[in-house]
């Protein structure tokens, strides 16, 4: 990940100036100025001689121990429920056509209610997956972005990372994949494009929110009766619905503990993601 060893603030100060636990090196304090991290860092516990524990002539001791104050989110996301956004669709269409949406249910035949109803479906199923990341990890569903109706299925952070993931549902359809070629049962897909530039979309607004650059990696997860990756896209993971998990937990850790608990608590409020940016649907 490259983000900066000593970001910018916000202009929004989470805690007043104070030592606190460096989010970047465990074990380690770091000295917060009101306004961004500075260079000046101390060990958690003090040494046996008080004096030496000062970094700086002009910067207090550190204290034995300290929890920062972070401040409520104005709207918390992270209360969201899977398919939430996609449910909402899918209601608002019944609602305007009763009768057309009962019809179409009994003839099966494919309508933007269907499209939206089996989309939360298949959010749903991808969530109860990824509950078994357990503790280190932070999951946020049906995240609005901007102000066009845009949401992302789900935002996963942890120790590899952030990752942006797009649930497609395709439960009896055969899906392949090539490095530049997403296929549904032989008609070409833009969910490459569209999770690419999802997954941009989040970085931006991510790293303004936190001060410092923050690296999104997009992810499609699948849900088919037959999933072909002939070659994998260099820049989106293609992953079907059973390894998603599994899939996460493998990947190489970047963020320590501490890092990742910064970037959810910037993640799970509404106006980090309504920032007039312009949706790519």
Excluded at 6 to 15: E, I, K, L, N
Excluded at 197 to 219: D, N, Q, W
């Amino acid at each position: 990940m490259a983000n900066s060893l000593f970001p910018v603030a916000t202009g929004r100060p989470q805690y007043p100036a104070s030592w606190q636990t460096d989010p970047w090196v465990p074990g380690q304090l770091r000295y917060w100025d009101g306004i961004q991290w500075t260079g000046h860092v101390a060990p958690a516990t003090p040494p046996a001689q008080p004096k030496q524990v000062t970094p700086h002539k002009h910067l207090p001791a550190p204290p034995l121990a300290y929890i920062p104050t972070v401040p409520e989110p104005e709207h918390d996301l992270a209360a969201n429920k899977p398919g939430q956004a996609a449910r909402e669709q899918a209601l608002a269409a019944k609602q305007a056509a009763p009768v057309k949406t009962a019809l179409a249910r009994v003839l099966g035949v494919h309508t933007d209610e269907r499209a939206w109803r089996v989309g939360a479906d298949g959010e749903v199923e991808v969530a109860r997956r990824l509950q078994k990341l357990g503790a280190g990890w932070h999951t946020i569903h049906a995240v609005p972005v901007g102000d066009k109706g845009s949401d992302i299925d789900h935002v996963v952070i942890g120790p590899p990372g952030v990752f942006t993931l797009n649930t497609k549902n395709h439960s009896g359809n055969k899906v392949w994949v090539a490095e530049r070629t997403f296929m549904v049962n032989g008609q070409n897909q833009p969910y490459l494009r569209n999770s690419r530039f999802e997954a941009e979309r989040a970085s931006k607004l991510l790293s303004k929110a936190c001060g410092f650059g923050i690296t999104v990696e997009p992810i499609i997860v699948v849900m088919a009766a037959e999933l072909t990756i002939k070659a994998m896209p260099p820049d989106v993971h293609v992953v079907g619905r059973k390894r998603i998990a599994k899939w996460l937990a493998s990947r190489p850790p970047v963020l320590a503990p501490e890092g990742v608990e910064i970037i959810f608590e910037q993640a799970r409020r509404d106006s980090t993601w309504c920032r007039g940016t312009k949706s790519a649907d």
